[in-house]
């Protein structure tokens, strides 16, 4: 069987499989307007409920081993970061409003932050200290992490992933696809979908952010200056064509594209 005629049963079968065209957040100033399909049957409260489950999991296990920092002064920045750029989460998403967001800082060297779906933010200190961060570069990481919860890219991985599978199981009993077949399959579902599609979703999270960190009052411009320190500090990362980020280069441009569009609320917010 071909590549483009097993593209083809996977595709078909995906979009068969329970999925619905839906619009997480609104577009904003920056343009965000690209339609998401998700499965059905894996509501946001299914996969906020089961996040939340895993994040009091594992701020307990830092906890416990003293790696949960909520006195320090970086701990004190991090949360009221936080606390303005959720603030500026409803102008996306209206029932983000009503999220139980969550903040904790885990002390490690790790140059790692995350938000989970429902608003369960992580944020690891090695990323102040190694780079130097400015509140302004806290909050472009921040706001970027936040608009992949708002934007609900982990429901949607989650949604392609089971999407896919269902398609190889159907393609293999409808065309009786042999396992080098549903090999070759793999192959083209990851490099012609899921590595593309995860790119764009950096590139969505990438723009959102920035304009929630400037409607908080945070510079847009250290957007630039915080990708030039990642990009110093993950020298030797893959190429961006087998890379779920974008490279530095082609990220920073996009960026550069964008400022001038949410320069304004930043300005609005400075005045307020």
């Known amino acids: 069987m071909s590549k483009s005629l097993v593209l083809c049963a996977l595709s078909a079968a995906l979009l068969l499989s329970g999925c619905q065209s839906v619009n997480t ?95 369960k933010i992580f944020f690891y200190s090695g990323l102040i200290d190694s780079l130097k961060l400015t509140d302004d570069e806290i909050a472009a990481i921040m706001g970027h992490e936040i608009a992949h919860a708002l934007r609900e890219h982990g429901r949607e991985a989650m949604s392609k992933a089971y999407g896919i599978e269902m398609a190889k199981q159907g393609a293999g009993a409808l065309f009786g696809l042999g396992q080098s077949s549903l090999a070759l399959a793999d192959t083209v579902a990851n490099y012609g979908m899921t590595l593309p599609n995860s790119r764009g979703n950096e590139n969505e999270a990438d723009l959102i952010g920035l304009e929630l960190a400037a409607r908080a009052g945070y510079d847009p411009n250290a957007a630039i200056t915080l990708w030039t320190k990642m990009s110093k500090a993950s020298e030797g990362a893959p190429p961006e064509f087998l890379s779920t980020h974008p490279s530095s280069s082609s990220r920073m441009a996009s960026l550069r594209a964008a400022i001038p569009k949410v320069m304004p609320l930043y300005q609005k917010a400075k005045k307020s």
Not at 71 to 92: C, G, M
């Open 25 to 119: 957040t609104s577009g904003g100033a920056v343009g965000v307007e690209r339609k998401q399909y998700m499965f059905s049957m894996l509501s946001t409260a299914e996969v906020n409920k089961m996040y939340a489950q895993s994040y009091q999991q594992t701020v307990g296990e830092a906890s416990s081993k003293g790696l949960l920092d909520k006195t320090s002064n970086d701990a004190k920045r991090v949360q009221t970061i936080a606390d303005r750029l959720i603030a500026q989460a409803p102008n996306f998403r209206p029932d983000a409003a009503q999220w139980q967001w969550e903040v904790n800082l885990i002390k490690s060297d790790e140059l790692n932050a995350s938000c989970g779906p429902g608003g």
